[in-house]
């Protein structure tokens, strides 16, 4: 039995996987502060479709990336990380691949709960299922835990950035190298 050992890097699919999911975030978090306030019409509707598109694209990167991890593996935590460094980074880490599948997946019921005659069209080439049927009390249930997990995702990925400027500027080591494609590292 051969016994398998962490990769010393992060894998070129894994870089890419996590660098496109970080361009979705960037864009659907403000999205949504931005639909959620406008007046109801055309333009809200458009940036819900795309909102929605977007949410769908990370549900599909997010899970490649757990195949990729899971296939080729990741590095070891970087070793001048302190126990309390390494504690908080694991812990970031999971609850932001935690939200990565979770938001999607609620933000596609909550769109079933709204309406049965509203579909998430995925920029329009193909429609999901719904999964469940038109509840306004789980609509509204929905809406709360997609709200409170959009915050906790953005407070995540401010805790995440900050992280690894950190470590760039001020401790000046390689923890953001790992993660950058090969190019630009």
């Known amino acids: 039995m051969t016994s398998k050992t962490a990769p010393e ?14 361009l979705c975030i960037f ?9 959620h ?3 109801p019409g055309a333009l809200q509707n458009q940036l819900y479709d795309l909102h929605r598109s977007l949410g769908f ?17 990741a ?5 001048g990380l302190t126990a309390f460094e390494r504690i908080a980074s694991v812990a970031v880490h999971h609850l932001l691949y935690l939200l990565l599948v979770a938001m999607p997946i609620v933000g596609w019921l909550m769109t079933n709960a709204y309406s049965a005659t509203l579909d998430v069209s995925v920029f329009g080439l193909f429609k999901l299922p719904h999964l469940i049927g038109e509840d306004k009390t789980l ?3 929905l809406q709360v835990l997609h709200k409170a997990g959009g915050i906790a995702m953005a407070v995540l990925v401010l805790f995440h950035i900050a992280g690894a400027l950190m470590h760039t500027f001020v401790r000046r080591d390689t923890v953001l190298w790992r993660m950058l494609p090969h190019k630009w590292g």
């Open 27 to 35: 864009v659907i978090i403000p999205m949504g502060i931005v639909m």
């Open 139 to 141: 609509f509204a249930t």
């Open 57 to 73: 694209v990370v549900l599909v990167l997010v899970v490649l990336r757990l195949v990729v991890r899971a296939v080729l593996g």
């Open 37 to 39: 306030e406008m007046k």
């Open 9 to 22: 890097h992060y894998s070129a699919a894994a870089k890419w996987l996590h660098w496109l999911t970080a």
């Open 75 to 79: 590095p070891p935590p970087y070793v």
